[in-house]
């Protein structure tokens, strides 16, 4: 069965790590191997996926990103209900501000969700390197009858510190979330490693609606997916973590280890 899903990509962070890359361009417009931009990579695997309905978030010195994605992924005037849309920061609030947090980015677009009404959200950042069919994550997340499901990838315990570590039980239900833990939680199946949040999720499109709406009147939160929305639905029992390394890629040998980098720093860019 064909699932209706409608890709959101956060691509309005700031990237100030990443400088002077990043001094007149958002951090996914950097260029990457020769005539790609580091967005490219996203884009690529959601279509690739057959997720042909995606918008792209954006906000910080978004021109130069913008004029990437309309000339180079225009593809909303040849298939009615596909399309590549850049949607910039349009302050779709009641005190006009510029977006708190991963999830107040999605919040103050709920509008398009709406009127899309798709079965799963799938909201993926805008700044990794990797190959991935996203079509499995989500027929994982159907699987399980999850509200959520987060991709993660298996780093050594050594690395931890460096990333959002998550918790799962044996059936790969998250129980719990750490942030850059010094003493991780390894995983149920290798004591040798955890597992690292990738950032990317896919929600069911009603739940994490009504979830936002109500994150949105709370004060105290960051607004953010992994410090305040996902933490806050584990007593649910339906958020599940989703193992990178069980993606399978045609023509590609399932015993290679998947690639995968956040690129945050100029260190991980070069």
């Not at 003493?183 to 896919?202: H, Q, T, V, W």
Request: charged share 20%; net charge negative; proline share 6%.
């Amino acid at each position: 069965m064909r699932l209706s899903i409608l890709g959101m990509i956060l691509a309005g962070g700031e990237g100030t790590r990443l400088a002077p890359l990043t001094s007149k361009r958002a951090k996914p417009a950097v260029p990457f191997g020769g005539k790609y931009r580091i967005i490219d990579f996203v884009l690529s695997n959601f279509m690739n996926s057959g997720i042909h309905s995606l918008f792209v978030l954006t906000q910080f010195r978004s021109q130069s990103l913008s004029e990437h994605i309309n000339n180079g992924w225009n593809i909303s005037s040849l298939i009615r209900g596909q399309f590549v849309v850049p949607v910039p920061a349009q302050m779709q609030n009641d005190n006009k501000r510029w977006y708190d947090g991963t999830a107040d980015a999605i919040w103050q677009n709920l509008h398009l969700v709406a009127d899309f009404k798709p079965e799963l959200l799938a909201v993926f950042g805008g700044d990794h390197i990797y190959k991935m069919d996203i079509s499995q994550m989500a027929r994982f997340h159907k699987e399980k009858e999850a509200l959520a499901t987060v991709a993660a990838i298996p780093v050594p315990i050594a690395e931890a510190s460096e990333f959002g570590i998550i918790e799962v039980d044996e059936d790969w239900r998250i129980i719990g979330f750490q942030e850059k833990p010094q003493d991780p939680k390894p995983m149920p199946d290798n004591p040798d490693y955890c597992l690292a949040s990738m950032g990317n999720y896919i929600f069911n499109s009603k739940w994490i609606s009504k979830v936002l709406n109500e994150d949105a009147k709370n004060p105290d939160s960051s607004h953010d997916f992994g410090n305040d929305i996902l933490p806050q639905a584990v007593e649910t029992k339906k958020l599940f973590a989703y193992n990178f390394h069980d993606n399978t890629l045609a023509g590609k040998k399932h015993t290679t280890e998947p690639y995968w980098r956040d690129v945050g720093t100029l260190q991980a860019y070069y």
